[in-house]
């Protein structure tokens, strides 16, 4: 397998090694080994990346000139897809993608993400004319415009990271604002292309910065508390999502959260291809690592055995064609680390314990080499309070739960701290009616794409606030200003 370049830092316009010269291995996921290495950015150079956007929306046209700017960002999603190669290629290592899941997914998502927010930018209004309002004996004129928030620290996580880095930076860039992105340090090289990328582009400096850096939250907290800062755009985990709400807090920063989910895929009996249906909740696509990814299947108890038997069919002939390099149609690899990799494990065991049936999978396979296998795996007979039901494992683990009926599958659906996703199949009008009643930001029925560059994404309760891609997505980094000009 081939060695990746090094992650640079791209600060004020430079692609740069750290400032104290130090690297950090960048881990293939597929063999546990390096792949290549990243610059590990010192906080002298975070300051440095935080100087020069705050410079670049303060000091340069960038956040007023609006026909300049989506010229330049234009071209910068232009550079990104001629390199639509180099980027499935990091996918593919440093990410631990499948071929199948590469390219479709990871990248070509990605992309026409990116194009699909060129498009949604034509939608903004930079200013609304409200009228003449007579109030207080006189008349007022008012108009309401929006203007970008200004410097936007956007951190982010490794699952599908060319595709939330875009989400963030391209739709932050569109709005005006100027970026700092912070990667997650097993993907690091995700992230320091686009400065390659924007470089190629003609991005102007400072308007667009990479810190990468092998301590987790370092960057991120100082991103997080500086209140040169305006705004944090972040994807991750709840629990870190939690923290930069609470570090955010000091500086009133505005703070955009998209978190985890425990999304359900809800069958329902009178479902057309029923067992087909079943067969396609399981969680193997990117072995199972998508925030949104539906990863508790609710069957109505009337057809459970038959969803089971299907199941244990899917499950059967999937065994042998996972974990393949080489194989374009291969679409589940390794988990991103070691840490992951024993963190879906310890679920595995919660999931033994708290008396669920393993029907499928349940080891971490060593013997494939170096890299971080999991099985796929599925749990059947769960409850709801499982704990395996409740947390997000992250991993390719389906947990299999019967409903009473269409109520009950809605009640389970909706117990859950998070909302972000989910999928009901069954005839349009019920499933349709269903998904109205879930608490939770994208919603498919019978396989429909919810999740698209021009819709908004984000959860409800614990699976976030906010929304990104769409015009929503843009808007999230402007700020309204209403504006009252005396007229008798
Ligand atoms: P994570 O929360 O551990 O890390 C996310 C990012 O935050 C990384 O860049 C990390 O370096 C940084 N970070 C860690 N500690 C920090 C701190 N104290 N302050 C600031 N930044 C800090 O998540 P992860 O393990 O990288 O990614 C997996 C998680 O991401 C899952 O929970 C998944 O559901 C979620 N996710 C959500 C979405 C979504 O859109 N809702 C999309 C993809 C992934």
Request: hydrophobic share 30%; glycine share 14%; net charge negative.
């Given at each position: 397998m081939d060695k990746l370049p090094d992650a640079l830092l791209y600060v004020n316009g430079e692609m740069r090694t750290a400032g104290d010269n130090q690297y950090f291995d960048n881990i293939n996921p597929w063999t546990g080994a390096s792949c290549g290495r990243a610059a590990d950015a010192t906080a002298a150079d975070v300051e440095e990346a935080i100087v020069a956007a705050r410079n670049a929306f303060d000091n340069t046209d960038w956040s007023t000139n609006h026909d300049q700017r989506y010229a330049l960002v234009c071209k910068f999603v232009d550079v990104m897809v001629t390199n639509r190669e180099k980027l499935v290629q990091i996918s593919r290592l440093?990410?631990?993608?499948?071929i199948g899941a590469a390219a479709r997914a990871q990248i070509d998502g990605a992309l026409n993400g990116a194009k699909d927010l060129l498009e949604c930018?034509?939608?903004?209004?930079w200013e609304k004319d409200l009228g003449i309002k007579h109030e207080g004996g006189f008349d007022t004129k008012r108009i309401v415009t929006q203007e970008a928030m200004g410097v936007v620290g956007a951190i982010t996580p490794w699952n599908v990271p060319l595709y939330v880095n875009v989400g963030k930076v391209v739709a932050a860039l569109l709005a005006g604002c100027t970026v700092i992105l912070k990667p997650a340090p097993d993907t690091p090289l995700m992230g320091s292309i686009m400065g390659e990328l924007a470089i190629e582009a003609g991005l102007?400096?400072?308007v667009f910065n990479v810190i990468t850096s092998a301590d987790p939250a370092m960057a991120g907290e100082m991103l997080t508390t500086?209140?040169?800062?305006?705004?944090i755009s972040f994807t991750g985990s709840t629990a870190v999502g939690k923290l930069i709400m609470k570090n955010g807090a000091e500086s009133l920063k505005r703070v955009f959260l998209e978190l985890g989910g425990k999304s359900a895929f809800i069958v329902l009996?009178?479902?057309?291809?029923f067992a087909q249906t079943c067969m396609g909740s399981?969680?193997?696509?990117?072995?199972?690592?998508?925030?949104?990814?539906?990863?508790r299947l609710l069957v109505p108890k009337s057809r459970y055995d038959e969803a089971v038997g299907a199941l244990d069919m899917a499950y059967k002939g999937f065994?042998?064609?996972?974990?393949?390099?080489?194989?374009?149609?291969?679409i589940m690899g390794p988990v991103i680390s070691k840490k992951q990799q024993n963190r879906v494990m310890e679920y595995i065991e919660i999931g033994k314990n708290e008396g669920a049936r393993l029907l499928a999978g349940g080891n971490?396979?060593?013997?494939?080499?170096?890299g971080f296998f999991v099985e796929p795996t599925c749990f059947v007979?769960?409850?709801?309070?499982?704990r395996i039901a409740r947390e997000?494992?992250?991993?390719p683990v389906l947990v299999v739960i019967p409903f009473e009926d269409e109520e009950d599958a809605i009640r389970i659906a909706n117990d859950s701290d998070y909302g972000l996703g989910g999928a009901v199949f069954g005839p349009t009008d019920r499933a349709l009616a269903m998904t109205k009643r879930i608490r939770a930001g994208a919603l498919s029925v019978?396989?429909?794409?919810?999740?698209?560059?021009d819709l908004p994404f984000g959860g409800y309760k614990q699976s976030g606030m906010g929304r990104e891609w769409g015009l929503e997505g843009i808007e999230e980094f402007l700020e309204i200003k209403a504006i009252g000009i005396r007229a008798s």
């Open positions: 440093e990410v631990g993608s499948a930018y034509k939608q903004v209004k102007p400096a400072g500086d209140r040169r800062v305006d705004l009996e009178d479902a057309p291809n399981m969680v193997v696509f990117h072995a199972g690592q998508g925030c949104a990814y539906p990863t065994a042998e064609k996972w974990g393949k390099f080489d194989e374009p149609t291969c971490a396979r060593t013997d494939m080499g170096g007979d769960c409850t709801n309070d499982m997000e494992i992250f991993g019978n396989g429909g794409t919810s999740i698209t560059g």
